[in-house]
């Protein structure tokens, strides 16, 4: 139980172009996902807190209207890179949290690679 | 805020040898400690956790114990396998999951 899918798993779009990534909890409910972004080696950055039904919080230095979040239903969330360019290129993750799961425990997607040309 | 600092790598190793990885950990509550690891080219999976003081979480006969007193949950294995090659996170969920730079690890034959 508690799979997390992402869609796609990778992708190559032109400079300007928006791109849209899906993440599913496939077997639970998730009322928060999470999106993370990790650059080569290295760690894994948190770029939003998704919650279902209300507007996704944003952390320090990420633009919003950039990297749109929307959290339609308890068991997708999207992530749009809007115009992207060269150094939006990066490895995007998501997470989701079970809800009422104890210790506050997040379960991964398998990640998305993004690449502009 | 929470964080996480752990033993930087990379780290090489021939196989069957002993494996740890150093991380301590800030938190203004009690937060929740994970080792997460990730294959080159996929996501994270959780390898273990360990929800309270003292507690040890273990999985693929690795183990880690949540140490409060020293603020640590080091990683360890004692015979390591080529599979095992991959990079490692640890983490801390207080009321945001802060990771650790992550370690690779390169296991050889």
């Known amino acids: 139980g508690a799979v997390v899918s992402q869609h796609p798993s990778r992708v190559i779009c032109k400079s300007g172009t928006s791109v849209k990534i899906e993440c599913r909890s496939l077997?639970?409910?998730?009322?928060?996902m999470f999106w993370y972004r990790q650059f080569p080696k290295q760690s894994l950055m948190l770029m939003a807190t998704s919650n279902e039904g209300s507007k996704a919080t944003y952390e320090q230095g990420v633009e919003k209207d950039k990297f749109l979040i929307n959290h339609a239903s308890l068991t997708l969330s999207t992530l749009t890179v809007t115009s992207a360019h060269p150094e939006d290129s990066s490895f995007y993750i998501c997470?989701?949290?079970?809800?009422?799961?104890?210790?506050?425990?997040?379960?991964f997607g398998p990640g998305t690679r993004l690449t502009v040309l | 805020g929470n964080s996480v600092t752990q033993m930087e790598g990379p780290v090489t190793l021939s196989e069957e040898a002993f494996l740890t990885i150093n991380c301590t950990y800030t938190a203004t509550g009690y937060p929740s400690l994970f080792w997460y690891v990730q294959y080159p080219g996929e996501g994270l999976q959780l390898l273990l956790k360990?929800?309270?003081?003292?507690d040890k979480g273990s999985n693929k006969g690795f183990e880690a114990t949540y140490r409060k007193e020293t603020t640590s949950f080091h990683l360890e294995k004692g015979s390591v396998q080529v599979s095992d090659s991959a990079v490692y996170f640890c983490?801390?969920?207080?009321?945001?999951?802060?990771f650790g730079a992550g370690t690779t690890v390169t296991v050889r034959a």
């Open positions: 360990a929800t309270k003081a003292d």
């Open positions: 077997d639970f409910q998730a009322t928060t």
């Open positions: 997470s989701a949290r079970l809800v009422d799961y104890p210790y506050n425990e997040q379960f």
């Open positions: 983490a801390c969920n207080d009321y945001k999951l802060s």
